[in-house]
């Protein structure tokens, strides 16, 4: 189950470390407005329910602290071969395409112990940030 602060869901971007603190810094410069998750391993294994358009999320920095409050603006059940490339670049990480985008979370997941095909059911995430 995730975490609640202020009786609104956490959503922590990334990995602890580098990685968090990194995505949420794009997140609080308006530069990521979309993140990534998997059905069976975010939602799924953790008995929780899918974001709602207009739900408001607490974004958390490595510390667990609140940093800010985002609100979902867009939720999308997608296969993983299926993503498109507007949502990779909303992701504001960089990617330099759809392959490359795919090959990064293909490794990420794979990683924390739970690989992808290109049916596998990605969690398309919109939000934007309400407040700091």
């Given at each position: 189950?995730?975490?609640?602060?202020?009786?609104l869901r956490?959503?922590?971007?990334?990995t602890?470390?580098?990685?968090?603190?990194?995505?949420t810094d794009?997140?609080?410069?308006g530069?990521k407005?979309a993140?990534a998750?998997?059905?069976a391993?975010d939602y799924?294994?953790?008995?929780?329910?899918?974001?709602?358009?207009?739900?408001r999320?607490?974004?958390?920095?490595?510390?667990g602290a609140?940093v800010?409050?985002?609100e979902?603006v867009?939720?999308?059940?997608?296969p993983?071969?299926?993503v498109?490339w507007?949502?990779?670049?909303?992701e504001?990480e960089?990617?330099?395409?759809?392959?490359?985008w795919?090959?990064?979370h293909?490794?990420?997941?794979?990683?924390?112990g739970?690989?992808?095909?290109?049916?596998?059911?990605?969690?398309?995430?919109r939000?934007?940030?309400?407040?700091?």
């Amino acid at each position: 189950m995730w975490g609640r602060i202020e009786g609104l869901r956490v959503i922590e971007l990334g990995t602890p470390g580098e990685m968090r603190r990194q995505l949420t810094d794009l997140t609080l410069a308006g530069v990521k407005t979309a993140t990534a998750g998997l059905l069976a391993l975010d939602y799924h294994a953790e008995g929780e329910p899918l974001e709602h358009v207009g739900e408001r999320l607490a974004l958390v920095a490595d510390s667990g602290a609140k940093v800010a409050e985002l609100e979902v603006v867009d939720v999308q059940l997608v296969p993983f071969a299926e993503v498109t490339w507007d949502f990779a670049q909303a992701e504001g990480e960089g990617f330099r395409s759809i392959d490359h985008w795919r090959d990064a979370h293909r490794c990420y997941w794979t990683a924390e112990g739970h690989p992808v095909d290109d049916s596998s059911t990605v969690v398309c995430l919109r939000y934007r940030l309400v407040s700091e």
